[in-house]
């Protein structure tokens, strides 16, 4: 996986009001250690516990907050929201709606951005209500497999890392493909670690 942009914040002209935009993310690193807990309540390791508010203040500083989570039912994407929204309430930022869905468990990329389009159904034009920027919280293979057919090349997403897509559409209930969106940025923890950047 390669990053478009650096690690700082992302420019103000391509964080303004530029329609919609969808933020697909691997859920934090997840600890393996007790065998006797099944794959849906596996919670995060030490790592997770540290990449998630990393990834949030990113986010924060970048000036994509979503509006929206739609969030796998597992144990460890919901805490990966969890302490996302936790940093996000803690540094007084808006904090977003959060979802739970069972279909987004290990769910394949067509169910991805189905859910993602059935959301937007409900809808209207003129719905204030309506998100503007969704974070979609889910696992591997799928989340890779729909951030590479946005993308129309492959891309493998490691544990907590993201992309941002400009979402050229009318509205969520348009079908987004790799015509209509465009990358704004991928990024990882070990990317922004890397340049030296440290969450509070």
């Known amino acids: ?13 391509s964080t303004a009001d530029q329609g919609y935009r969808l933020l697909l993310m691997r859920h934090a690193k997840s600890d393996w250690s007790d065998g006797d807990l099944t794959d849906h309540n596996r919670p995060l390791n030490d790592r997770g516990l540290r990449d998630a508010p990393t990834m949030a203040r990113w986010l924060a500083e970048s000036g994509v907050l979503p509006d ?15 302490l996302m ?10 904090t977003a709606k959060l979802q739970v869905l069972p279909q ?47 993308l129309g090349h492959p891309t493998g997403l490691p544990t907590a890392a993201l992309v941002v897509l400009q979402c050229l559409v009318s509205g969520w ?23 030296g950047w440290r969450p509070a």
């Open 1 to 13: 996986m390669t990053n478009s942009t650096s690690t700082s914040p992302l420019s103000a002209e």
């Open 68 to 82: 929206q989570i739609l969030c796998s039912s597992a144990a460890r994407t919901q805490q990966t929201a969890a």
């Open 85 to 94: 929204q936790s940093y996000w309430e803690n540094t007084k930022q808006e």
């Open 104 to 150: 987004l468990y290990l769910s394949p990329a067509e169910t991805i951005l189905e859910t993602v389009q059935e959301l937007g159904a409900g809808f209207g034009d003129a719905d204030a209500q309506k998100p503007r920027t969704i974070l979609v919280l889910a696992h591997n293979p799928g989340i890779s497999h729909a951030a590479s057919s946005l």
């Open 173 to 195: 209930a348009e079908p987004l493909t790799s015509e209509n969106t465009q990358l704004i940025v991928e990024m990882t923890p070990k990317s922004i670690q890397r340049d």
